[in-house]
């Protein structure tokens, strides 16, 4: 039921309102809203309220009549016309900017307005009582929208635009795109709708009208960064889509050709002529050639190189990365007297390969002839070898050659060459050389165990120019000789059991020898001839320089000395042959059944504490130094606690002794003793003796 009604209702104000026809003014429309003031009868009421809706208006912005704008009508359905009615306005600039006539509702506006400030302003209206002040309708919110002018000229979003392109770029080569705005409504009319246009740049540029997008307007044969590299172009925007009487804007884009590499190097000489002198060390420039690439950074950097020529082994041409310039150095020692001068064919190119568009056109290299002089310098003598390696043998007779040195005039003038050796390299002066003819030869005895190689200087000096001078290291090998006897390795001392077995290991020798045979070492160890039929100890071969003492098989082995010096002699193999004889210490101590030593001699007992004799030796003298150093610091101490009779030259009259005595030469002990007159009390220790005696 209570569906049915509402339905009715609202067809009831449609009617209402399709009926009614108002220019600018209120269309009223019926919306529910619950009342709930309470419950009459025991049912909940519900009451509906009118409300209103009001149109859009529309102002003009920039508006410069001297009146105020009229904007409206705002008018209610319940004014009769009576003046009973009051209409209140409220909201965006209600009382300051929008005013309305509270009687009649005629709304107007007070001041300039700016739709780029603000487009539209929401406002909120009432209709009172004037009489008891209630509202006749409620408050609702309409807007006031301000219709647009074309007073903004278009700004683009920079001043000023940088950008850049590849030079001989294809026509239609995207650049960059500028960008422009209008503060008009684009909604309303032409007023923000732009269009772009070049008005400076022609005709290497063009733009798009719509999109601002600017593109080369020329070839790659006029966009050549080499002939012109900066460009400026200015771009205007119109609005009013560029019809006549709109407003414009402009910016400017300054517009840079980056490089390809569309440039080969090239030498700005076909020719380069250099001078040298034949002195000049190897690595040392020679000259500089410039090749010229017209192109930028890596696209100009080159390199250079040899490619033909009778220098391309004596000559390299290396690239400084600075300057971009060609260094011709020396590979190898030049000589005036072989060759006096070379020629080379140096090429240059770039380090990047040539852009592909120009591959076919253009050459990538370029050529260039370098003629080098060798000037001619007086050198010094010229030895035949870097270094000469002699041998002798250590016994060499003093006078024997060890062999010779030569050295001649590089200058060709066949200058005579005089030798002589650097003493300063032979302090021992074992070696001298033949000034004439460089034959070196011995002049003292050598010895290989003191030095087995000697390394010596010869000089060579031009007899008639002595400042020209040159060195050349000889190194002398000794070969060894067979004239050193081999030795023990070291001291051999060993203790036994006075009832050894016999075959018993006692002692393990091995010998050294100062000489180097070729083929190595080989000793040879035997019992010195007067011990060979004692029969107490042999001698038996252990491998190569090594021996073993035992007690002789199949006899007793009852050991009745203390100690025993065994003499073993040992030869080497060499020729010729050398031999020496070591002494081999054997100590006899008493042992138990098990071996253990349980009494040896002193000398045994003290070695066999890990004390040889000669270090009981060294601690004896050492306790007899220090007792001596004692005894002597007690001496002085005594001496220096007597009192000198004569303290002072004042006292000499008071201390004066006098004496009278004679002596009985060296047979009377009872002379005066002079210390007494350094001594009082020696005095009466003399006197007293004397009485004594």
């Known amino acids: ?112 307005l700016d739709r780029e400030e603000k487009a539209f302003y929401t406002l909120r209206a009432t209709v009172v009582n004037k009489n008891t002040g209630l509202k006749l309708e409620p408050e609702t919110e309409f807007i006031v929208k301000l219709h647009d002018i074309n007073d903004n000229e278009p700004k683009f979003a920079k001043e000023l635009y940088t950008a850049s392109a590849p030079e001989r770029s294809n026509i239609g080569t995207s650049v960059t795109q500028v960008t422009a705005t209008d503060a008009d409504d684009s909604m309303y009319g032409n007023s923000a709708k732009l269009r772009y246009s070049i008005s400076q740049g022609h005709p290497y540029f063009s733009v798009d009208p719509s999109t601002g997008i600017i593109r080369t307007a020329l070839g790659p044969g006029e966009m050549d960064r080499e002939k ?26 300054n517009i840079t050709l980056t490089d390809v590499n569309d440039n080969p190097p090239r030498f700005s000489q076909s020719i380069y002529q250099f001078s040298v002198p034949e002195s000049i060390k190897t690595g040392i420039p020679v000259g500089r050639i410039k090749a010229v690439d017209k192109d930028l950074g890596k696209n100009a ?96 007779a003093v006078g024997t050659a060890v062999g010779s040195v030569r050295a001649m005039d ?32 011995i002049i003292r005895p050598l010895d290989r165990e003191e030095a087995a190689w000697h390394n010596i200087s010869v000089i060579a000096t031009e007899f008639n120019k002595p400042l020209q001078t040159s060195w050349v290291p000889v190194y002398v090998r000794l070969l060894d000789v067979n004239d050193n006897a081999p030795t023990f390795a ?106 253990n030593m349980e009494l040896c001699n002193a000398e045994a007992q003290t070695s066999s504490a890990g004390l040889s004799t000669g270090a009981l030796v060294a601690i004896l003298l050492c306790v007899i130094i220090l007792l001596m150093i004692i005894v002597l610091f007690a001496a002085l101490k005594r001496q220096k606690k007597k009192e000198p009779l004569i303290i002072s030259k004042e006292d000499v009259r008071d201390n004066v002794v006098s004496y009278n005595d004679e002596g009985g030469g060296e047979e009377d002990t009872q002379a005066f003793d002079i210390g007494a007159l350094r001594n009082p009390e020696a005095i009466e220790e003399i006197h007293y003796l004397r009485a004594t005696l």
């Open 410 to 441: 590089p200058d060709g003038y066949n200058s005579p060459v005089r030798y002589s050796i650097d003493r300063r390299t032979d302090l021992d002066r074992l070696f001298n050389v033949h000034s004439g003819n460089g034959s070196i030869f």
């Open 1 to 112: 039921m209570r569906t049915c009604l509402l339905t009715l209702i609202w067809a009831f104000l449609s009617l209402y309102v399709n009926a009614t026809s108002i220019s600018r003014k209120t269309v009223l429309e019926m919306g529910g809203e619950e009342d709930r003031d309470g419950a009459k009868g025991g049912k909940l009421l519900k009451r509906f309220k009118r409300g209103w809706m009001w149109n859009q208006f529309f102002l003009q912005e920039e508006y410069t009549g001297s009146d105020k704008q009229y904007i409206g009508k705002l008018q209610s359905d319940m004014d009769k016309g009576d003046g009973t009615l009051k209409y209140i306005l409220t909201g965006d600039g209600a009382g300051d900017i929008f005013t309305i006539d509270e009687n009649n509702g005629d709304l107007h506006a007070n001041k300039r």
């Open 228 to 253: 012109r590299e900066h460009y400026q172009v200015v771009i205007e925007a119109k609005d009013m889509a560029g019809q006549r009487g709109g407003l414009t804007g402009t910016t400017t884009v």
């Open 490 to 595: 070291s001291f051999y001392e060993t203790f036994v059991c006075e009832k050894t077995k016999p075959g018993q290991k006692i002692q393990t020798v091995s010998a050294v020898d100062a000489d180097d045979p070729v083929g190595g070492h080989k000793f040879f160890f035997s019992l010195a001839m007067e011990w060979a039929y004692r029969g107490n100890f042999t001698v038996k071969d252990n491998e190569n320089a090594k021996s073993v003492q035992s007690c002789h098989q199949g006899k007793g082995c009852q050991l009745h000395k203390s100690i025993y010096l065994v003499p073993v002699v040992i030869t080497d193999g060499d020729f010729p042959m050398q031999s020496s004889t070591g002494t081999l210490t054997v100590r006899v101590c008493t042992c138990d059944r098990e071996g």
């Open 301 to 396: 950097e080159m390199y250079y190189s040899v490619v033909s020529g009778d220098g391309l082994d004596m000559f390299d041409v290396i690239t400084d990365k600075d300057s971009q310039e060609g260094i011709i150095t020396v590979l190898k020692p030049l000589d005036y007297e072989k060759t006096r001068s070379y020629t080379l064919e140096i090429q240059v190119q770039n380090t990047q390969t040539l852009d592909t568009r120009f591959l076919g056109y253009l050459p990538t290299k370029d050529m260039a002839t370098v003629r080098i002089g060798i000037e001619d310098v007086d050198e010094p003598p010229l030895f035949e070898k870097a270094s000469y390696v002699m041998e002798v043998k250590e016994d060499a």
